[in-house]
């Protein structure tokens, strides 16, 4: 399966939270990215979270639409993200959404991780097969 890597700016807009029960908050926020490298890229992101009132305990579900080109291969697809925070202990997958694939990226399946270095700087990693 190929990989591809490079760096992603991201901006972040955050709506007030809508539910809060005992200091356990949901709130939505929404994400713009610019993907550079092998993926050559814009993208959208809507998100729905969940703090908690433990430090380091989160969670996190969002749909992301990825627009531009795959190694040249020009195109829009879907990936979906599912993450959580247990005590500091994080895990995330972000999966390509089957069958989301246009243009040249029809058929696009895969996944995608996500490498946030200290200072900020944001780094994507996206493991692909394109039948």
Known sequence: MPQINGPFE????????????????????????????????????????????????AGYVAMERITGTVDGKAGTFCVKHDATMDRGTPHLSITVVPDSGTGALVGLRGSMSIDIQPGGAHFYTLDYDLA
Do not use: N, W
């Open 10 to 57: 991201v901006k972040r807009t955050s709506e007030p939270p809508y539910e809060d029960v005992e200091g356990v908050v949901l709130g939505r926020s929404h994400f713009d990215k610019q993907f550079h490298g092998p993926l050559e890229a814009t993208s959208t992101v809507a998100m729905i979270a969940c703090g908690t009132p433990v430090k380091g305990s």
